[in-house]
């Protein structure tokens, strides 16, 4: 069964800190990783997509790194800020008609 | 900017009323998708459609059916609302292609729906 696992469940951090999200999954075929970042009541929006053949990809200060030997995707953070506060979710796609597979997400908290 | 445009940030229904939750795209994409969102458990897809008048059932459609007379619009309806049936909607549409499901893959802002 396709899964994607997110974690920390949770971050609480400082506002100006670093952090790194984890995701692992065990989707075959892989066709394509995505973040998303998700603000409370509000739907998902996209942060970046990478192929199989991208291991890096910024938008702005997220970075996100995708290792497919391993099946791991990281989502870096620099210098945090209080918006962003919000869950991020890592969406893993097969390719096919059954669509994308979603981590739960992390919860991440910045403190002024 | 390209929108997908979900009619009801809220709703508070009651037990056994029927409801109707609307979603438009102005991108012009060929499919659309319903989600439920519940936490701990993520986003679950509830049916999607790749053509005008053409579903496919997702993972948890019991309960649930849609509609889409138009491409522009997909409708999820609630036939009898429980209140298990609690939870944020999320509403996405993408362009077709192949893989079909993978590119431009964009949410609306939700709906949250109380039954009470």
């Known amino acids: 069964k396709n899964q994607v696992e997110q974690s920390p469940q949770s971050l609480i951090i400082l506002e100006g800190k670093n952090c790194t999200l984890q995701?692992?999954?065990?989707?075959?075929?892989?066709?394509?990783l995505r973040w998303y970042k998700q603000d409370t009541g509000r739907g998902p929006v996209s942060l970046t997509i990478?192929?199989?053949?991208?291991n890096t990809k910024s938008n702005g200060r997220y970075t996100a790194t995708l290792d497919a030997d391993t099946k791991q995707s990281s989502l870096h953070i620099t210098a945090s800020q209080l918006s962003d506060s919000a869950s991020y979710i890592c969406?893993?796609?097969?390719?096919?008609?059954?669509?994308?597979?979603f981590g739960k997400g992390t919860h991440l908290i910045i403190q002024p | 900017d390209v929108k997908v445009t979900q009619s009801s940030r809220y709703l508070v229904k009651r037990t056994g009323e029927k409801v109707f939750l609307e979603c438009v795209q102005d991108?012009?994409?060929?499919?659309m998708f319903w989600y439920r969102q519940d936490p701990g458990l993520g986003l679950r897809l509830i049916y999607f459609?790749?053509?005008?008048?053409?579903?496919e059932k997702g993972d948890i459609p019991e309960g649930y059916s849609v509609s889409r007379e138009k491409k522009e619009r997909f409708s999820l309806i609630l036939e009898s609302a429980s209140t298990n049936q609690t939870s944020m909607y999320l509403c996405?549409?993408?362009?077709?292609?192949?893989?079909?499901?993978?590119?431009?893959?964009?949410f609306g802002s939700g709906t949250r729906l109380t039954v009470v």
């Open positions: 996405a549409s993408s362009p077709t292609g192949l893989p079909r499901f993978n590119y431009g893959y964009t």
């Open positions: 995701c692992n999954y065990t989707v075959s075929p892989f066709s394509n």
């Open positions: 990478m192929t199989f053949s991208e």
């Open positions: 969406v893993v796609s097969a390719g096919g008609a059954d669509g994308l597979t």
């Open positions: 991108m012009d994409h060929e499919n």
């Open positions: 459609s790749y053509d005008v008048k053409m579903k």
